[in-house]
């Protein structure tokens, strides 16, 4: 008889076993490492001459490419590993990747701080995978009164709501986890697209739609906080990009993710805003 309870114990405790196994959701999680390699710019060299005899009127067109203070971007390759693997990165096994898809991830964010400064109130903590959607038309043209871009009636040609735009944006649908992200699946069921960005191939635009390189998203998770700098309620936003292993970039060499970032559009010298970075391979 014990033998029989034993069995039938081990039997259900397999069973509650196998249960927890399968009920575990990889989502995606903070970079093992991050690696710094270098920055770009525009380079300022000294001033064009221009000198001509007197007593002439000269007529120039005059082209300029500025940079943005609106905007920060970042380009970079990924290399990982699939893992048995415990919280001090002790392997029981391990598979290196040697294609790597998936997808990168980037919040402001992060753990509540109680501190003044520029991310106060930027506390939202780890974004809801299973509740991801994309950003509506009124979350998008807050955040561009949030990051000082724009007003909504007067938006300049970087802001935010003319840099993220649903009309000719066209996603491609990944995972995020378990929840699938497609170019219906908005906020609240609004019937509308996605609102996101198509970055650079070779110097040139890239097209939008199934299969295509170099997009970004705008996301969100329906969670919110106020925003002590605002003094007003604003959920969380996520921006996400597909990574595309080895293919053309903005420059011509092969990158696996490009990503554009919001920065203050405020006049003079402003603080950096972080970001949290997480990433998903699959």
């Known amino acids: 008889m014990k033998t029989r309870y034993f069995i039938a114990f081990a039997c259900l405790f397999l069973i509650a076993l196998m249960a927890t196994v399968m009920a575990q959701v990889v989502n995606p999680s ?45 380009v970079g390759n990924v290399t990982g590993r699939y893992g048995l693997v415990d919280f001090n990165d002790n392997a029981l096994y391990d598979w290196t990747i040697t294609t790597t898809t998936g997808e990168i991830y980037a919040t402001k964010e992060g753990p509540g701080t109680n ?3 520029v991310d106060d109130g930027d506390q939202g903590g ?5 509740n991801l959607s994309c ?26 709501n003319n840099t993220f735009n649903a009309g000719t944006f066209v996603l491609d649908s990944f995972y995020a986890g378990t929840r699938q992200i497609t170019d219906t699946t908005m906020y609240n069921g609004t019937s509308t697209n996605c609102y996101g960005i198509n970055l650079y191939s070779d110097n040139a635009p ?16 329906a969670t919110g906080e106020i925003e ?28 696996d993710f490009q990503l554009l970032l919001p920065q203050s559009g405020k006049a003079g010298a402003q603080e950096n805003v972080a970001f949290f970075f997480y990433i998903e391979l699959i």
């Open 115 to 117: 501190t003044d400064g």
């Open 206 to 221: 890239t097209t939008s739609g199934a299969g295509s390189l170099w997009q970004e998203v705008v996301l969100t998770d």
């Open 228 to 255: 002590t700098d605002a003094d007003t309620f604003e959920n969380d936003i996520i921006y996400a990009t597909k990574i595309a292993n080895s293919q053309t970039g903005y420059d011509g060499g092969n990158w």
């Open 135 to 160: 950003a509506v038309k009124p979350q998008i043209e807050l955040e561009s009164i949030r990051w000082n871009h724009s007003t909504v009636q007067n938006a300049t040609e970087d802001s935010y």
């Open 126 to 130: 780890i974004p809801n995978w299973s």
């Open 30 to 74: 903070a970079p093992t490492n991050v690696y710094f390699v270098k920055n770009r710019t525009v380079s300022y060299p000294n001033g064009t001459i221009l000198n001509h005899t007197r007593g002439y009127i000269y007529i120039y067109n005059i082209n300029e490419t500025q940079p943005t203070i609106k905007w920060v971007g970042y």
